[in-house]
Every structure is written in C-alpha cells, then in structure tokens.
C-alpha cells in the first residue's frame, strides 16, 4: 500500500504519458490479482458496453430492417421467429428501433458528459487552486445547481431550446457540470498540500506548469471513474427527457420516446413494445456503471470497500 | 436548546444566497436565453404589432435588468405572476397540485428506506456470502432501472397482467374527489371525513406509483447503509458491547444502526432532490395530478409564468428539505459543529 503511493508520488513529479501507461498497468495487473470480484464487474462493464458500441458503429450486421421502415411487419405483432420483438403500432421493427437508437442515445449522453467535463474541470482545477472570492462564488453556485433536481433544470433547458439532437445534449451537460467542478476542486485542494507540490513552488514552478503537471495528472484518476458513472447517469436523463417528449424531433429512433409511444398501448397488453427499449436503457446504464466502479476499485485503492 | 437556535439562525441565513441563485438561475434559463417566449406562444405568423403589445403586457419589453429586478420583487411579494394562457393566477394550479406531488414523494420515501435500511444492515451483517453479494447486485441493477421504466413493468405486470392495481389516477372515478379537499392531501382528508372506503381506495391507487419511486431509489440507501454498517461494525463500542454479553440483535439494531443512521440523513438530503425528479417521472407514467405533469402540461402550452412559477417552487421545496434534514441532524448528533 506505502509501495504505491510512494510510486504515485514520484510518477507526479515527473509527469510522463509512457510512465502513466506503464503504471497503470501495473496497477490493473495488481488489481487482478487482489480484487478478483471488481476485475469481473470491470470486464462485465466493458463488455456491454463494447457489445452496444458495436451496434452504433454496425447497425447493419444487428439487423436486416430499417428502423423507419413502417412495413417491416404487421402491426403490433408479438415477437415471433420473424420479428424477434415484435412490431409497433406502425408495423416497425421494434428489434431495428432497439439497434439504431443506441445510436442516439450513447452519442447524447457521451457527448454531454465530455462537455461537462470540459467545463467543470478547468473551473474546478482553477477555482480550487487560486481560492479566493472567485472560488467562494463559483462553489456557492455549483452547489445550489448540484442540489437542486438535474432533471428538472433539464426540462427547462430542453423545453426553451426546442427539440433536436445538440438541443438536447446541451441541455444534459448543463446538469452534471457541477459534479465534475466539485470533485475537481476537492482534489485540488488537498493535493495542493501535498509535499511535492509545495516543492515545486520552492523551486520556481509556474503556476500554470504546478497546475498543468503536478496537480492535474493525480486529478484525472478521479474523473475517469466520475466520467463513466457520470454517462451512466447522462443516458438515464436523455431517456427521461425524449421519454417526456422533451428532446429528439421525431423520425430519429429513441428508447425513451418509443417507451412513451409504447405506453399507450399498454393497456391492450403489448407488452414488448415498453419491454426492450426499456431493458436496453437500464443494460446501457447498468454497463457504464460497472465499469465506474470496477475502475474505481482498480484506480483509487485507498477507497477500496473493505 | 440556545446551541440550536443559533445554528437554526446560521443554517437559514446561509440559505439565502443559495436560494438567490437559484432564482437567478431559473430567471436566467427561462428569459435570457434564446427563444421568446411571446412569439413561442402566438405561434411563428403573429404581426409584429400583437407581439410588441403582449410583450408589453407582460413587461417584456424592458431591460433585462430591469425585468429582474421585478422578478424577484414579485418573488419577494410571494406573488408568482399570472398565466399567459389560462385567466387565473399562477398559484392557483400549483396549490392544487404540490399535495399530490408530496404525497407521493413521502411515500416514495417510506417505501425507500423500508426496503434500502433493513437490506443494507443484512447485507452488511452477512458481509461477502451469497446474501451480501445479491443484496449489492440488486441496488446496483435497481439503481441503473430508469423510475419510468421500473412505472411501466409495474403496470405492466400488475396493472395489466394480474388486474391487481389500477394504473392511472390519484382516486377512483366513484369517489367524487371534491368531497374531501380540506388539505389537499387525500389520504388525510378522507380520514378527516372517517369515510374509510376512500382511504382504501386512494392507498389502493397510492401503491404502485410509491413503489415505482421507493424501489428506483432504495438502492443508493442499501449501498449506503451496508457502507456505514460495515464502519461501525468494526468500532470499539460494539465490541465492547459484544463483550458485554448484549444479544446480537440488540447491538446491531440498537447500537450500531443508530449510528450508522447519521449518515445515512445527510444522503436524505441529496437524495431528495432525486426524488423529486423522479417523481415528475412517475407521475408522467401513472397520471399523477402532481406539480410535474402541471410543469409538463404548461411547456406545451408555453405557459411561461407558469413554468417559471413551478420550478420556483421546486426550489423553494428543495432549500426547505435541506433545511429540515440540517436540523434534524444537528439534533441527533451532538458532535456537529454549530
């Protein structure tokens, strides 16, 4: 444990990618073999999320029917060996919708949450370096936003942007770039007492070169476990939003706008209508929340669950 | 008692400025950006005259600055504006409403912390079995189940499948809901007229959304609880209290859990928000008359005022909460620094 950290140590003095790469290999190959449960959760993350992926990036191999085609089938049809989930009300394949609205979903939460990233970072690594009034105002805002309901100030972003893709992203980054600010700022703020910084000012680094290699380099692990709970988090509230009929114009395939389509036929019994887009959401959400937190486990050791 | 009364005093003054931001916020994603919410609502052909008259109406002509200062000068009035569409003032609809909304959270919330504490404390007390391991299976799959999806299976399953809970609604359409509005709160106001069938009848309807809401949310509970277990587990205390011959139960549940509590409370507070929003959900999915079907109702019509008013209130709920969970915490933990 010492081992480490005194390893962190070093490699946050002389920052260099080659080092960063071959430490953290050598911690994952470590975690491996002390964490045997958090490396499956991490390979069962990976995994779905590598599966989904294909989908976006490959639509075509998943499926032989477009998702806008309104005679792929019957009509709300059950699942059959044609139709393996079935048909909606307007003879879609629901299968077709499943695999091309990965697409718009994975994109809108990922880009959403590298745009939050991109803002709340540099403002949590400033804001908590210089301190000051700057700092006391921006946090007082961060936290009133961070404590106020995200999907509500989301609603209201999306509701006076108007539909469309980048409308939308928009209006999730907005929500979450007060995580990224606050765990940005934590950090910095106790990795400025740490001693190799206070070396570096001794010996007449920059502010700029203090912030840029020796403070955000030991940041970064932390952002890389938030960014992937983060997405996790970003895909529930795009379904949220293009499920309230907020988000997406019409004729792009969505799972939450096609779960508030199948909802209306629900009380006839189609049940797999709402089941799959639904499913896939929660598999999507539950995947990058695996790898959050096998990551976790496998970066940050000191916060390990006993 | 004096100690608390200062922190009280301390605890509302910081609220303010938070609360001011938030307004400001609000004021900010809902004027000053993009979009005029006047030419929104006459629809794209409206001649340039009718547009110019109702912004001068609604006092949208002048300068920003000057349109704050109003803001929150209403705001200070505790007058949230009138409609743009419908001819009654913006407070009416959310009087009517905010009981739905708060029962159904309330018991969005029992339900969470019936299923998330008692899980947690077994999962902690079988730390790494079989029963630990499902226990954190379930809280991390319940915590990735998006609350609409989880109102869907719901009615799905026992709405439609079993026929066992209605789907839609606060209250049967045999019960005549303008019989008891004394409170807002029906399950409340139907005990308030001793008229039992009612109650039933609203509980009967309160099940499914409240489940939908507590089952979503249990899960950052249970992690937490287990969490917080494990830490007090291993202290002094309880293993002095072991020592001492107390029964397991008792230094489990008595002595370790009340501990294990204090955080626990601090969490209520964030996660409340969560519940709010989950609730806007939920009451989309079950047709909730709640503050979140009203907000969504008022965005397509573009009632600006009345959107405005809504998340004001959604503020002025949330800065409460946090306020209350505050105290309440310096009440059970003498430790804290007032």
């Given amino acids: ?306 | 008692m004096r100690r608390i009364l200062n922190y009280l005093l301390v605890r509302i003054l910081l609220t303010i400025p938070m609360l001011f931001v938030l307004l400001t916020l609000v004021f900010v994603v809902l004027r000053v950006m993009p979009g005029d919410p006047v030419s929104a609502m006459l629809g794209g052909h409206a001649p340039e005259y009718v547009i110019d008259q109702k912004k001068a109406e609604l006092g949208l002509n002048k300068p920003v600055f000057a349109q704050y200062v109003d803001y929150l000068g209403q705001l200070a009035r505790g007058d949230l504006g009138r409609s743009m569409i419908l001819q009654e003032s913006v407070s009416t609809p959310i009087k009517e409403r905010l009981p739905a909304t708060i029962e159904l959270t309330l018991c969005g919330l029992i339900v969470t912390l019936a299923l998330g504490i008692p899980l947690g404390v077994r999962a902690a007390r079988r730390r790494r079995t079989g029963q630990d391991f499902g226990i954190r299976l379930y809280a991390n799959v319940v915590y990735c189940i998006p609350v609409f999806w989880m109102g869907l299976m719901l009615q799905m399953i026992f709405g439609v499948f079993l026929n066992l809970f209605p789907i839609a609604g606060r209250i049967g359409a045999r019960v005549i809901s303008s019989d008891f509005d004394r409170t807002g709160f029906y399950l409340i106001d139907t005990l308030l007229k001793g008229d039992i069938a009612s109650f039933w009848d609203v509980l009967y309807h309160l099940i499914l959304p409240a489940f939908t809401l507590g089952i979503t949310l249990s899960g950052v509970f249970v992690r937490l609880t287990r969490a917080n277990m494990l830490d007090v587990l291993k202290s002094d205390y309880v293993l002095a209290s072991r020592a001492r011959g107390v029964p397991e139960r008792k230094v489990v549940y008595v002595h370790a859990l009340r501990n294990a509590l204090i955080p626990i409370v601090t969490m209520l507070g964030l996660q409340f928000s969560a519940l709010l929003a989950g609730a806007i959900l939920t009451e989309t999915t079950f047709s909730w008359p709640g503050m979140g079907r009203l907000l969504l109702e008022r965005i397509y019509l573009r009632d600006y005022p009345t959107i405005q008013g809504v998340i004001i209130v959604y503020a002025l709920f949330v800065s409460l909460v946090s306020l209350i969970i505050d105290i309440v915490y310096a009440i059970i933990d003498p430790r804290v620094q007032l």
């Avoid at chain 1, 009133?144 to 469309?164: E, H, K, N, Q, R």
């Avoid at chain 1, 709402?274 to 539950?286: C, E, F, N, R, V």
Wanted: with cysteine; hydrophobic share 55%.
């Fill in chain 1, 1 to 306: 444990m010492n081992d480490t950290q005194g390893g962190m140590e070093i490699r946050a003095a002389r920052f260099s990618p080659a080092g960063a790469v071959a430490g953290l290999f050598r911690r994952f190959s470590e975690a491996a073999r002390r964490y045997r449960m958090e490396w499956w959760i991490l390979i069962a993350g990976c995994v779905v999320v590598a599966a989904i992926l294909c989908m976006t990036l490959l639509p075509h191999l998943f499926t032989q029917f477009s998702p806008v085609d309104q005679n792929a089938g019957p009509q709300m049809k059950a699942p059959s060996a044609a139709h393996i989930m079935g048909t909606d009300n307007l003879g879609r394949d629901v299968w077709a919708r499943v695999v091309y609205g990965a697409r718009t979903i994975l994109g809108v939460a990922i880009a959403a949450s590298v745009l939050s990233a991109l803002i709340g970072i540099p403002l949590g690594l400033i804001s908590g370096f210089s301190g000051r009034l700057g700092d006391k105002v921006l946090s007082l805002i961060m936290d009133s936003v961070y404590s106020f309901p995200g999907l509500i100030l989301a609603i209201a972003f999306a509701a006076m942007l108007g539909p469309g893709v980048i409308n939308i992203t928009v209006a999730v980054a907005v929500i979450y770039i007060p995580t990224y600010f606050r765990l940005v700022r934590g950090q910095t703020l106790s990795i400025k007492q740490e001693l190799y910084v206070e070396a570096a000012n001794a010996i007449g680094a920059r502010r700029p070169t203090v912030l840029a290699k020796y403070i955000f380099p030991n940041v970064i692990a932390t952002v890389v476990v938030v960014f992937s709970l983060n997405v996790a988090d970003a895909i529930m509230t795009e379904a949220a939003l293009s499920y309230i009929g907020l988000g997406l114009p019409s004729g792009i395939a969505d799972w939450g706008m096609d779960l508030s389509m199948g909802k209306k036929f629900l009380p006839s019994g189609v049940w797999w209508m709402i089941t799959y887009p639904g499913l896939m959401i929660m598999l999507l959400a539950l995947g990058f929340t695996m790898l959050g937190e096998g990551l976790s486990e496998i970066l940050n050791p000191r916060l390990q669950e006993y």
